[in-house]
């Protein structure tokens, strides 16, 4: 009786983890579709006393901003294209297993959106 639970224990945890239900971590990525590069900040925390950020963001790039384990706020997100700035202040909580994606459109427009991981 012991050995089947076990077995039954290992398959149900090898099964979550292929699925990804097993993650323990958040992710902000960011994707460029415009043509023009552009740099992004990312406050984080209650009060966005932390903070992550890409200087020169090409054209077509994808890039993983920063991740971490249990969960944080995303406090505000910054996006700087061709001399002009545009700023989300979204105060949404990010919890293990979601990225929180942000993405340049082709006409410069900043967009977000979370999903899971």
Do not use: F, H
Request: charged content about 15%.
């Amino acid at each position: 009786m012991c050995n089947r639970i076990t077995v039954i224990c290992a398959v149900v945890t090898i099964a979550l983890t292929a699925l990804g239900c097993g993650s323990k971590e958040w992710e902000i990525t960011v994707e460029n579709k415009s043509a023009a590069a552009c740099a992004i900040a990312v406050k984080l925390g209650l009060d966005g006393s932390s903070s992550a950020s890409v200087d020169s963001l090409s054209a077509g790039e994808t890039v993983t901003l920063i991740g971490g384990s249990g969960s944080t706020v995303i406090y505000s997100v910054t996006l700087k294209a061709g001399g002009n700035e545009t700023s989300l202040s979204p105060s949404l909580a990010l919890s293990a297993g979601q990225r929180y994606q942000i993405v340049i459109d082709a006409q410069g427009n900043l967009q977000a959106s979370t999903t899971a991981k």
